[in-house]
T-cell receptor, first 114, second 111 residues
Framework: DGGITQSPKYLFRKEGQNVTLSCEQN?????MYWYRQDPGQGLRLIYY???????QKGDIAEGYSVSREKKESFPLTVTSAQKNPTAFYLC?????????????FGDGTRLSIL | QQPVQSPQAVILREGEDAVINCSSS?????VHWYRQKHGEAPVFLMI?????EQKGHDKISASFNEKKQQSSLYLTASQLSYSGTYFC????????????FGIGTKLQVIP
């Protein structure tokens, strides 16, 4: 079955540490996205990519970095510059089309500070 | 800028109807609706493109008034399975994939 796999499900970060969240999809989608979800704030876009080797900043990109070396993979690194990283992180993918296309979400990674 | 959703929360009894509204200060190309159950990933419900079309999905339908930059999601004869948080997402340009989501409307259906 096609889908999006995020790992790990839970992740703990120490002060000053970078951590990487994995996102893999086998839906053959060109576009991939990373969102951060905090209570009462909905889904906020961190980065998105419409094609391999290209990505754009979303609304809250500071303290995060991404790469898109393969169509299937869009890992997110939470750097030590992100001072408040505790949140639920969701990865999504979609085909590319006018007006945006339905996004398929992974089950998320919950990141906490140690 | 995030679209504004209203109400922020609503409690319904089974069989009752509900309307969730989504409005934007920017001209919109499309509006997306998703539902997220507690602890789960958001699930796509429908997309409405500019042109004022109304879409239906079982007993859940939606409308899009592009002149007012507003969309409404209609849930009729609600079922327990409708409980969750509903998010609208807006796209301001046809060429881009960026969807900006509202903070959500928490809907609880009780017996």
């Amino acid at each position: 079955d096609g889908g999006i796999t995020q790992s790990p499900k839970y992740l703990f970060r120490k002060e000053g540490q970078n951590v990487t969240l994995s996102c893999e999809q086998n839906l053959n989608h060109d576009a991939m996205y990373w969102y951060r979800q905090d209570p009462g704030q909905g889904l906020r876009l961190i980065y998105y990519s419409q094609i391999v080797n290209d990505f754009q900043k979303g609304d809250i990109a500071e303290g995060y970095s991404v790469s898109r070396e393969k169509k299937e993979s869009f890992p997110l690194t939470v750097t030590s510059a992100q001072k408040n990283p505790t949140a639920f992180y969701l990865c999504a993918s979609s085909i590319v089309g006018q007006g945006g296309q339905p996004q398929h979400f992974g089950d998320g990674t919950r990141l906490s500070i140690l | 800028q995030q679209p504004v959703q209203s109400p922020q929360a609503v409690i319904l009894r089974e069989g009752e109807d509900a309307v969730i509204n989504c409005s934007s200060s920017k001209a919109l190309y499309s509006v997306h609706w998703y539902r997220q159950k507690h602890g789960e990933a958001p699930v796509f419900l429908m997309i409405l493109l500019k042109g004022g079309e109304q879409k239906g999905h079982d007993k859940i339908s939606a409308s899009f008034n592009e002149k007012k930059q507003q969309s409404s999601l209609y849930l009729t004869a609600s079922q327990l399975s409708y409980s969750g948080t509903y998010f609208c997402g807006t796209v301001t340009s046809g060429g881009y994939q960026k969807v900006t989501f509202g903070i959500g409307t928490k809907l609880q259906v009780i017996p």
